[in-house]
């Protein structure tokens, strides 16, 4: 990749410290996919698999000072959120984002662990300042029920999720099903156009990182020039090798493998 055939995408997001998720899975997931990753750190965590132990915020000045600096520096193909953390930095973000920035909104609200990660106020603001400049909003269930207020236990709910958080002024939403129970994972898109419902295999282990990995995935193939549905399945066929591959050994919770690498004891 020459400087004048970069393809660049930026990730807003928390900083991982056990490298499974935020801006670190993101990171991955670009590299892995050809991808020049830029980053806006919004929050530092101290966590593992297991449990986030702290979550410290920047403030809101120095989440729209790294939006400035790279968007001065860089052609950015596609923008991604995930941990914003407070209505703060969603106001923050909201203002500083350009005008014609293709956003993939992964709404991040709860940790693999169950810690909170969006405060409660903030989502009001996540709904009316950020999901109408997205070009796909990508919710698991429990974050597509806050968004949509509504109940999700069933495909059928999950499409119906998306058509309000498509109202919501989204281009196109991805509700993610690995929520549900039953002996397929399935994700859907639903846009202006219709829908498409695609199946992957179930694991019977949790991923830390999936979601992240998934839309960063989805944000680089943004970047590329791919429209949502190419993206969606493309992106879909990366997290499905991601997780299969998943490192960390034979626990109930593996971290997430952008790329598939193989790690090997040396």
Same mark, same amino acid.
């Given at each position: 990749m020459t400087g004048?055939?970069?393809?660049?995408?930026? %990730?807003?997001? /928390?900083?991982? %410290?056990?490298? /499974?998720a935020g801006i670190q899975a993101d990171l991955k997931t670009f590299t892995a996919l050809g991808v020049y990753g830029l980053t806006v750190v919004t929050?530092?965590?101290?966590q593992n698999t297991r449990e986030v132990r702290g979550t410290w915020m920047l403030p809101p000045d120095a989440v729209r000072a790294q939006m400035e600096a790279v968007a001065d520096g860089f052609s950015i193909?596609?923008?991604k959120t995930g941990?914003?953390?407070n209505a703060a930095n969603v106001r923050a973000v909201a203002k500083t984002l350009p005008e014609d920035a293709a956003l993939v909104i992964d709404p991040v609200m709860i940790s693999t662990s169950g810690h909170r990660l969006l405060a409660e106020n903030a989502v009001r603001d996540l709904a009316e300042l950020l999901i109408p400049r997205a070009a796909v909003v990508t919710p698991n269930i429990p974050e597509a029920e806050v968004l949509s207020r509504m109940r999700v236990t069933t495909v059928e709910e999950m499409a119906d999720a998306g058509q309000r958080i498509?109202?919501?002024?989204?281009?196109?939403v991805v509700v993610k099903g690995g929520h549900l129970t039953g002996g397929a994972a399935v994700d859907i898109l639903v846009d202006r156009d219709g829908g498409l419902q695609l199946s992957g295999e179930r694991y019977p282990y949790s991923v830390h990182g999936s979601g992240c990995c998934f839309s960063a995935a989805l944000a680089a193939c943004l970047a590329r020039g791919m429209p949502v549905e190419e993206g969606f399945r493309a992106a879909r066929g990366f997290i499905d090798t991601a997780i299969r591959e998943a490192a960390g050994g034979s626990g109930p919770v593996r971290i997430v493998n952008p790329g598939g690498t193989t790690f090997y004891r040396v």
């Open positions: 004048g055939e970069m393809i660049a995408a930026c %990730s807003i997001a /928390g900083s991982d %410290s056990g490298g /499974g929050a530092v965590t101290a193909g596609a923008w941990m914003l953390g498509l109202d919501l002024g989204a281009r196109a």
